[in-house]
Nanobody, 119 residues
Framework: QVQLVESGGGLVQPGGSLRLSCAASGRIANIYDMRWYRQAPGEQRELVAD???????NYGDSMKDRFTIARDNAKNTVYLQMNSLKPEDTAVYYC?????????????WGQGTQVTVAS
């Protein structure tokens, strides 16, 4: 069993910043890619950013300028620093990880954390 727990969401004014965290726990042997996705109401889930265990980063379209992904492999934690937030960034943000356990490889999701950008 693997759990991904996100934190750091909330209400922020336009132009503000938030830092999301996602900690993985359980019977983890290794974590490969860790990702952040987001889903706004009525929209499809979209990739925000991906980071490999070696630190290679890929951002979704239009995400790179204001968002920064990072991870701490020792803590099995991935972070998303979001700056200059806009109302259109309002969404539920989900953590996703490609995990290897003693039972095999699996793809796990967190429960999501709400980010609301409004004045």
């Amino acid at each position: 069993q693997v759990q991904l727990v996100e934190s750091g969401g909330g209400l922020v004014q336009p132009g503000g910043s938030l830092r999301l965290s996602c900690a993985a726990s359980g019977r983890i042997a290794n974590i490969y890619d860790m990702r952040w996705y987001r889903q706004a109401p009525g929209e499809q889930r979209e990739l925000v950013a991906d980071i490999t265990s070696g630190g290679t980063i890929n951002y979704g379209d239009s995400m790179k300028d204001r968002f920064t992904i990072a991870r701490d492999n020792a803590k099995n934690t991935v972070y998303l620093q979001m700056n200059s937030l806009k109302p259109e960034d309002t969404a539920v943000y989900y953590c996703n990880a490609d995990v290897r356990t003693v039972l095999g490889r699996r793809d796990d999701w967190g429960q999501g954390t709400q980010v609301t950008v409004a004045s």
